[in-house]
């Protein structure tokens, strides 16, 4: 099974970018506008997201707010995040909610990458069939 990825962030750019880079090194990805849609799409099957990956600053409710609720339905969900800003505040409090590793935007394709994997691994490649000669 491929392992997926919930990517949060309110601005629809970065969730196109994301998906379109994690999905082409193998990745399954499923994005939300909202930490609310993030809640309502990981309620569905938390068993099916491998890690969350999410920014901190959003409309309604931000990225901590959003891992509280997250944890209250599994306390185990591995969570990532990713903050444009540098306030040292935001990042101490990131790193409290075991929000870790933080990616500080922007970031590029291999620090994502890289973040990904050491949080779950590389992507689980398709099943592929060597034939005998």
């Known amino acids: 099974m491929k392992k ?3 990517v949060v962030d309110d601005d629809p750019g970065m969730l196109d970018l994301c998906k379109f880079a994690l999905e082409g ?3 399954t990805v499923s994005v939300a506008l909202s ?7 990981y309620k569905q099957d938390p068993t099916a997201i491998s890690l969350v990956l999410m920014d901190y600053s959003m409309p309604g409710l931000n ?3 959003t891992a509280k609720e997250l944890r209250k339905i599994s306390e185990n969900v591995s969570i990532s995040s990713f903050t ?3 306030n040292t505040e935001v990042v101490e409090l990131l790193a409290e909610e075991n929000m870790t590793p933080i990616l500080a935007k922007p970031f590029g394709l291999q620090e994502l990458v890289e973040v990904i ?3 779950i691994g590389k992507p689980e490649s398709e099943t592929s ?3 005998a000669s």
């Open 4 to 6: 997926t990825i919930l």
């Open 25 to 27: 090194v193998g990745y």
């Open 35 to 41: 930490g609310e849609i993030a809640i309502d799409l």
């Open 63 to 65: 990225g901590v707010e």
């Open 84 to 86: 444009g800003t540098k």
């Open 117 to 119: 994997e050491s949080q």
């Open 129 to 131: 069939s060597t034939g």
